[in-house]
Structure formats: structure tokens, C-alpha cells
């Protein structure tokens, strides 16, 4: 815990150490000027990448390409040294525009973007607020504004319901240091209750603890999950196999973990939510300011379904779930 709690002070120095103080004047989007994009990803997993796939995608659908518009793009891989590289490359960029793919990225340039104007657009955010990004979800603030992937717990739960009826204790696979977890997991809490589930965590501070702490959920609990937590979604190979092996269930809340593993997901899409950031992001460089921007919750979403896991344990589709996705 404590060798994560100095990663990210160390990389919220490093972000604000890179601070470049060229006034207090926002950079909006010039005619004949090649704007820059500036996007950070704390951690690589395939979720992310395909926020950020979609997000490019949008750029390049209103012509925003590499012939009009110079896109940086750098990924920490969790590494304290690499980011305060990032750091100090996107001060001297003096981008237009800041992208920050997840809560841990997103906090990191929060305070660059306050001490210099530069508009910071999130995603793949669970809960801005508590992450201290924004005041309220509504009226965002002076320069920060973005799309959420919170997801409300009870469907999630009913979706696990259905493929196990018995379901009284689901273990919870999650990092104590991403705020985007505790904050949704706070309010999961309290519908399980309501339901008669009881959650059973298992920490894990980084990637290595994952099988770990997978086994050591097993026959304390009926099945396993981890929330939009993205030391759990880049451990999902781990997890689901080490899961396998002891006949336990795993439900994740995106489809690329099902992908990799887990049996099944209610999940956002996720190239939508990167396509509805890159449409925030045009705005705000054609001149729209992000504090007239509302957070974006509406991404589309989907039950999806990992067949082989689900022979594996198996299980059948239940009847009940409608417009369910095979993987």
C-alpha cells in the first residue's frame, strides 16, 4: 500500500513540476494553426486502448487527422520513471488540448490544467467528483469535463443473479488506492445488502498480487468480480484462469475482460465512449468552453457472454437475459 500511495504522489509531483506557465489564456483551436493533442494512459489494458480507438476515430471522422492535427499520445505503463518523462515531453508540447484515459490519469493533469488553462478532457472515468476532477457532474468547473463509465451496481448484480440464483457471497478483486473503485464499490455495497449479497474483498495493490488473491477468495464465496478498476482489468488473464481452476465464476464490467476470461459483463461500449470524447474534445477546440459541457453518462451498454468460460463451468445462458452478446 505504501509503495502505491508513493507511485501516485510521485506522479502528481511529476505532473505538476511539468506545469509550463505561458499565461492564464486557454489554447482554443486556430484556423492555418496545426492544433496538439496531448493523451495519457496510466496503465495499459485493452479497455483503454479501445477508448482511445475510438476516441482517434472520431478525431479522423471530422477531420481532425494527422494532416491537421499533431496527436501525442504517451502511455506510463505504470512506471514512475516513464511518467515523469511524459511529464516534462508535454510541457514542451504546450498542447491545445489534454486527454486523460482513467481516474489515476485524469487527477494526475488536473492541477496542470487548473494552473494553465489548458482544457482537460477524461474518460473512462468512474466518478469524477470524488476523484476531485470535477464539483459536480452538471457544471464541471472552469477547464475540466469528460465521460464517465459508472455503471449502476443493481443491473450488475442482477445479471449475476440470473446465471447463479444462490448467489449470497461474491468475493470483490479490487485496488484500495483507485478511487474509482472504492467510490462505486461504496455504492454497491448497499444494494447488495439490499439483496441479501454479501461482498467479500480481496486487495490487490498491483497486477503480480492478482492470482493471489484470486485463490485466496476461493471456497469463501460463489463467485467473483471486480468493478472498472484498472489494476484488475489488466490482471484479468490471471485472474480467470487462477478463477477457472477453482470452478469460480468471475463477472467483470467490461466486454474485454470477457474477452480474456470472465464469464460475463454488463458492459459499456466502449469504442462509443471513446467516439463521445472525441466529440467533446473537437468542441472544446472549436471554442466551446468545457465548463458548458456536462459530464457525459450515456454511453450505450450491453450484456456480453464468454462461451467457452461458460462451458467450462458449466453453466447455460440463462433465458432470461435479452440481447445478451456471444463472445
Given at each position: 500500500?505504501?509503495t502505491c500511495k508513493l507511485f501516485f504522489i510521485a506522479l502528481l509531483v511529476a505532473g505538476t513540476a511539468s506545469c509550463f506557465f505561458w499565461g492564464r489564456k486557454s489554447s482554443s483551436f486556430q484556423p492555418g494553426k496545426v492544433p496538439i493533442i496531448a493523451i ?288
Amino acid at each position: 500500500m505504501r509503495t502505491c500511495k508513493l507511485f501516485f504522489i510521485a506522479l502528481l509531483v511529476a505532473g505538476t513540476a511539468s506545469c509550463f506557465f505561458w499565461g492564464r489564456k486557454s489554447s482554443s483551436f486556430q484556423p492555418g494553426k496545426v492544433p496538439i493533442i496531448a493523451i495519457t494512459q496510466i496503465i495499459e489494458h485493452h479497455t483503454l486502448d479501445t477508448v482511445r480507438a475510438g476516441f482517434m476515430a472520431e478525431l479522423a471522422a471530422q477531420s481532425f487527422d494527422e494532416k491537421t492535427t499533431k496527436i501525442v499520445y504517451e502511455n506510463a505503463h505504470g512506471n514512475v520513471a516513464t511518467a515523469t518523462q511524459i511529464g516534462s515531453k508535454f510541457a514542451a508540447l504546450r498542447p491545445q488540448l489534454m486527454v486523460a484515459l482513467s481516474t489515476q490519469s485524469a487527477q494526475l493533469l488536473s492541477s496542470l490544467s487548473s494552473n494553465t488553462n489548458i482544457p482537460l478532457v477524461f474518460t473512462a472515468v468512474t466518478d469524477p467528483v470524488a476523484a476531485k476532477l470535477v464539483p459536480t457532474k452538471a457544471e464541471p468547473g472552469a477547464w475540466i469535463t469528460g465521460v464517465s463509465d459508472f455503471m449502476e451496481p443493481e443491473p450488475q448484480l442482477d445479471m449475476m443473479r440470473t446465471f447463479l440464483p444462490a448467489l449470497t457471497r461474491l468475493g470483490v478483486l479490487y485496488n484500495p488506492s483507485e478511487i474509482n473503485s472504492v467510490s462505486f464499490l461504496k455504492a454497491m455495497e448497499e444494494v447488495a445488502r439490499a439483496k441479501g449479497i454479501e461482498l467479500v474483498y480481496a486487495a490487490l495493490s498491483n497486477t503480480s498480487e492478482a492470482s493471489g488473491a484470486t485463490a485466496s477468495l476461493a471456497g469463501k464465496v460463489d463467485a467473483l468480480y471486480f468493478p472498472n478498476d484498472n489494476t484488475a482489468m489488466a490482471a484479468v488473464g490471471a485472474i480467470a484462469s487462477t478463477a477457472l481452476k477453482h470452478h469460480i465464476p468471475v463477472f467483470a464490467n467490461d466486454s474485454a475482460s470477457v474477452e480474456r476470461g470472465a464469464l460475463a459483463a454488463v458492459a459499456y461500449d466502449r469504442f462509443a465512449m471513446g467516439r463521445k470524447t472525441g466529440e467533446i474534445a473537437i468542441a472544446i477546440l472549436k471554442g466551446k468552453k468545457p465548463q458548458d459541457i456536462p459530464v457525459v453518462y450515456d454511453t450505450p451498454s450491453e450484456v456480453v457472454v464468454n462461451e467457452r468460460t461458460l462451458n467450462a463451468l458449466k453453466l447455460t445462458l440463462p433465458a432470461t437475459l435479452k440481447a445478451v452478446r456471444k463472445i
